[in-house]
């Protein structure tokens, strides 16, 4: 099993460009959840989805999107980066009531 | 909003010493605690998930204890080595709630 993995590793964005993060997972697990993890502020929670087809808001959804069309697959949008949103992003996947496991991170730039 | 600490931020300890790393929390209402271990610049590592109606689990030379009512959780490394360097998080699930809240995290160094 590959578990959990992130496209791409490392990403430089300028502000204002858009760009999709795509976790994939395949031990069959409903929830996946998208973190992003910062100096001094911890990791914490952006979007999460419970099953194919569904996602709920975190901690801090604002300048993100999601998408779960498929159970394997949970994709992190940005429309419109920020130079506040460079960070390293997170992906992980669980099933219901049990340990999460996580993916190795995308490193973030936005000039 | 559950809250959790994890004090200290850094702390350095001789191979051989036995590592004691604590987490607290500000609610017990929790479904399950589980510790990680993050590595500079990697991903998490799961490395113990205890149920709210468990007291510890171990795992080879680590063990974890939880104690709800006080809202602690304790991390035991035995016989630390140069290895065991690594940042290590704790993560508590809130009943009804499918979200960990995290910890900042004790960053351990293990000196040869």
């Known amino acids: 099993n590959a578990g959990v993995t992130q496209t791409p590793k490392f990403r430089v964005l300028k502000t204002g460009q858009s760009m999709t993060l795509l976790c994939a997972q395949d031990?069959?697990?409903?929830?996946m959840y998208w973190y992003r993890q910062d100096p001094g502020m911890g990791l914490r929670l952006i979007h999460y989805?419970?099953?194919?087809?569904?996602?709920a808001k975190g901690e801090v959804p604002d300048g993100y999107n999601v998408s779960r069309l498929k159970k394997q697959n949970f994709l992190l949008g940005l429309e419109s980066a920020a130079p506040s949103q460079t960070s390293v992003y997170f992906c992980?996947?669980?099933?219901?009531?049990?340990?999460?496991?996580f993916g190795p991170g995308t490193r973030l730039t936005v000039t | 909003k559950q809250e959790v600490t994890q004090i200290p931020a850094a702390l350095s300890v001789p191979e051989g010493e036995n590592l004691v790393l604590n987490c607290s929390f500000t609610?017990?209402?929790?479904?399950?605690l589980q510790w990680f271990r993050q590595d500079p610049g990697k991903g998490l590592t799961s490395l113990l998930l205890?149920?709210?109606?468990?007291r510890e689990q171990t795992s080879g030379r680590l063990n974890a204890s939880l104690d709800k009512s006080s809202g602690r959780s304790t991390l035991y490394i035995a016989a630390s080595q140069p290895g065991d360097s690594a940042t290590y998080l704790c993560?508590?699930?809130?009943?009804?709630?499918?979200?960990?809240?995290f910890g900042k995290g004790n960053q351990v160094v293990v000196i040869p």
């Open positions: 992980a996947s669980s099933f219901t009531g049990r340990e999460q496991y």
């Open positions: 205890i149920q709210s109606s468990q």
């Open positions: 031990m069959n697990h409903e929830y």
């Open positions: 993560a508590v699930r809130p009943r009804g709630n499918n979200r960990l809240a």
């Open positions: 989805s419970v099953g194919e087809g569904t996602t």
């Open positions: 609610d017990s209402a929790i479904y399950n």
